[in-house]
């Protein structure tokens, strides 16, 4: 953030009245958040000189800002953490993470149990409090170029601390504003949680990186975020497919937006939906595809026509490659589908464990396994089929989740759809459709006939179909596909055999 940091302090001695910041506390300028951010830099130094090393409490208001900011000041390190993050996820931070400080409000603090030995109690701006363990900071020298972590669940079912250059985040935004075409001074959404790396990166880092405002709310209502783009001619904003889905669906729209583009990824998209949802909202959608490990690597260009932009995943940002490669780890060609690999400026540092980042495990040649399937285009775009390891065992027969989704997803009236496994005492496993969709609840038969009649093999057809208001998700909006397994867990057991959504 040290870079960051300098140019801001250099834009608050011309323009101190420039609004940085609109959150659910009102309007921001920068000079304010200098100001505050100043305070708790001029505290950190008085606890030690060094350069520390921050876990702070981020949520989508100016203090989150202003909070990394003074570490920039210090040459330090920021890691964010949701304020609603489970004791057990704080103690997980705690140890991977071996912060010198924590910065967040009492409540959090008291729920969190924060260790002993952060003995030293200091309080900054709005509130919030300073942790630190007496002693002098760690060397920064340990994160080798981080200056940002952010906790994501990722797929193996323990959360990971993912450590991110700022020269990463910064070509990540140079080349997201470059491809949408915006300005200098354009407001930017930050609706997605600021705790994620993405977040943090797109919603944070590049509106002031832009010298644009950050424009924010309390927590997520498609109707308040609708209003607020408007009133604030929101240039740009990023969202999981859900939350755009969502605001699409809104009564009574406010009025015109100004978005240039709004960029959905993070989770699975329907071309159809997305077409009838960037219509009725009467922006452009870029579809893309990225992870906390390789910043928002892929997207289309806002010319593109709607099958690449909403029907592939986008194209690889410029200096990033990505490519599909068989179980021998051989590049294959144009149309064929295979383990994808990424390369690029915004790659990670590591994971962090124990205070320090763990390199990724790289091929030879450099390339980072996404653990997901891809399919590249002579074009250059990019079509990703999902992950390689989300199968159905049922009866001894595998069956591909991916395969079923995409296949569901292509009915008309279907807008979102996710497929889980949920136990049988014969066959082991079943397979469990949810849908979300723009009319009236789908039965399971309508369904399975649509998909005979798409020649779609009976063995890829779901056993249970249960039309929901919303797919679960987490605290970032992605896909929750544990709270999936569990709420198609619950319906199936308590749905009567002779149902119309039970096969």
């Not at 989150?64 to 704080?90: I, K």
């Not at 709607?306 to 599909?324: K, M, S």
Request: hydrophobic residues 45%; aromatic residues 6%.
């Amino acid at each position: 953030m040290k870079i960051l940091a300098k140019e801001l302090l250099e834009r608050a001695q011309h323009s101190p009245d420039r609004i940085a910041v609109v959150d659910e506390l009102g309007d921001h300028t920068l000079g304010e958040i200098v100001a505050a951010a100043t305070t708790l830099a001029a505290r950190i130094e008085a606890i030690d000189p060094g350069a520390p090393t921050v876990l702070v409490q981020a949520d989508n208001t100016w203090h989150t800002v202003a909070a990394a900011l003074a570490v920039g000041m210090r040459g330090g390190v920021v890691a964010v953490l949701s304020p609603h993050a489970a004791d057990s996820e704080f103690r997980l931070a705690v140890a991977d993470i071996a912060p010198d400080l924590v910065f967040a409000e009492p409540e959090p603090l008291d729920r969190w149990d924060v260790p002993a030995d952060f003995s030293l109690r200091e309080t900054a701006f709005a509130g919030r409090v300073v942790c630190a363990r007496p002693g002098p900071f760690g060397p920064v020298e340990r994160w080798r170029g981080g200056t940002a972590i952010a906790m994501t669940s990722g797929s193996t079912g323990r959360p990971k601390c993912v450590v991110q250059s700022e020269e990463a985040i910064r070509y990540a935004c140079a080349r997201t504003i470059e491809v949408v075409g915006m300005r200098p001074g354009d407001a930017v959404g930050a609706f997605v949680p600021l705790s994620s790396v993405a977040a943090f990166c797109f919603g944070m880092y590049l509106p002031a990186y832009l010298g644009g405002s950050m424009v924010t709310i309390d927590k997520w209502s498609p109707a308040a975020a609708l209003r607020a783009m408007a009133a604030h001619r929101v240039a740009w904003t990023m969202l999981v497919p859900t939350m755009a889905l969502q605001l699409s669906l809104v009564d009574n729209s406010p009025g015109t937006l100004a978005l240039r583009a709004m960029t959905v990824g993070g989770g699975p998209m329907n071309e159809s939906a997305m077409a009838a949802a960037e219509n009725r909202l009467g922006t452009t959608f870029l579809r893309v595809f990225g992870m906390s490990e390789c910043l928002g690597h892929t997207t289309p260009r806002i010319d593109d026509p709607p099958a690449i932009r909403l029907g592939r995943d986008g194209r690889p940002f410029e200096g990033t490659v990505v490519r599909a490669v068989d179980g021998a780890g051989n590049i294959l060609g144009p149309g064929e589908v295979g383990d994808a690999q990424v390369k690029g400026p915004s790659l990670f540092v590591g994971y962090a464990r124990e205070g320090v980042p763990v390199p990724p495990e790289l091929t030879p040649d450099g390339f980072l396994p996404t653990g997901d399937l891809v399919e590249v285009a002579d074009d250059g775009s990019i079509r990703v089929l999902g992950r390689q390891k989300q199968i159905i065992i049922r009866g001894g027969r595998n069956i591909d989740i991916n395969e079923m989704e995409a296949a569901i997803a292509g009915l008309p009236a279907v807008v979102q759809v996710c497929v889980v496994a949920v136990p049988d005492d014969l066959l082991g496993e079943r397979a469990a459709a949810l849908v979300v969709t723009d009319g009236p609840p789908l039965t399971l038969d309508s369904v399975t006939l649509q998909l005979a009649a798409a020649d779609v093999p009976k063995f890829k057809w779901p056993e249970y179909l249960f039309t929901v208001p919303d797919l679960p998700q987490n605290r970032v909006g992605k896909l929750d596909r544990p709270e999936a397994v569990r709420l198609a867990t619950r319906l199936t057991t308590s749905t009567d055999s002779s149902s119309p959504q039970v096969r």
